[in-house]
């Protein structure tokens, strides 16, 4: 008998506790990037130290331009973050401070250069441009993506960079800032194409003037929609068939005897 009253009350507790809530969703949690590594540097005795970004590999038409920025450990404008999460009102803004507080350099891979080196190629050569027009070489460089630079220095590669450290999300605001700049002077050059819209990217409204328009001289002459555009507006003529070519002659020739 007290073991059947013990099961009761067992059961009626059980029953008496609430159902219990469903999960809270978790909150996305969204990393900036951090001074971090290049402070872990410093106190070493490394400096300078530059990030190092790109801008400009995705689009259709137009130069890739590259950044390298070292940011002055006690003169960081609040705000820096990668270029993409940022507005463009906001990137001009602290590409204006970036360039008041820090050494920077711009190197600018043409299309013409594009076109002959491949994209991949021209984007790292503009990188290591970069670097080396930096007023002072540094001793370390952290560049965004996979691949390191041909530096004299120290260089690392971190993928995703511009979300995680701080010279080069820096470093992505001064690229892409002038870029855009340099692409809304393009617009200028080659009316129609919508270059101070989208910059050379292939959204459907560039699409639809490479179509309408065939390709300018500021298209990358080996990029898929670039090579459909350039062949509707100037086909390749067939070449000749042989066989009717003698056919032909010999027939020109026994009418001519």
């Known amino acids: 008998m007290i073991r059947d009253k013990s099961a009761k009350k067992t059961l009626a507790k059980t029953l008496a506790k609430k159902p219990a809530e469903p999960a809270k969703a978790e909150k996305r949690v969204i990393v900036r990037p951090s001074f971090?590594?290049?402070r872990a540097l410093i106190k070493r005795g490394v400096w300078p130290i530059a990030g190092c970004d790109e801008a400009g590999r995705g689009p259709l038409a137009g130069p890739v331009v590259a950044a390298a920025v070292v940011l002055?450990?006690?003169?960081?404008p609040k705000g820096i973050d990668d270029s993409k999460r940022l507005t463009a009102e906001r990137r001009?803004?602290?590409f204006e401070e970036i360039c008041a507080t820090a050494a920077f350099s711009v190197a600018v891979a043409s299309r013409a250069r594009i076109d002959r080196d491949n994209i991949l190629r021209a984007s790292l050569w503009a990188l290591a441009r970069a670097v080396h027009a930096l007023p002072e070489m540094p001793k370390h460089v952290f560049v965004?993506?996979?691949d390191r630079l041909a530096t004299p220095c120290d260089c690392e590669a971190v993928i995703g960079g511009d979300g995680l450290v701080l010279s080069?999300?820096?470093a992505s605001i001064i690229a892409k800032v002038t870029r855009d700049r340099l692409m809304s002077a393009l617009a200028l050059d080659c009316p129609?194409?919508?270059f101070e819209q989208?910059?050379?990217y292939a959204v459907p409204e560039h699409l639809e003037?490479?179509?309408r328009l065939g390709p300018s001289a500021h298209h990358r002459s080996f990029f898929a929609p670039v090579v459909a555009a350039r062949l509707k507006h100037f086909p390749v003529p067939a070449e000749p068939d042989l066989f009717t070519v003698d056919a032909e002659s010999e027939a020109a020739a026994s009418e001519a005897a």
């Open 144 to 146: 965004d993506g996979r």
């Open 92 to 94: 001009e803004e602290l």
């Open 192 to 194: 129609g194409y919508g």
């Open 168 to 170: 080069i999300a820096a």
């Open 72 to 76: 002055d450990p006690n003169r960081i």
């Open 198 to 200: 989208h910059k050379g």
């Open 36 to 38: 971090r590594r290049e």
């Open 209 to 211: 003037a490479l179509d």
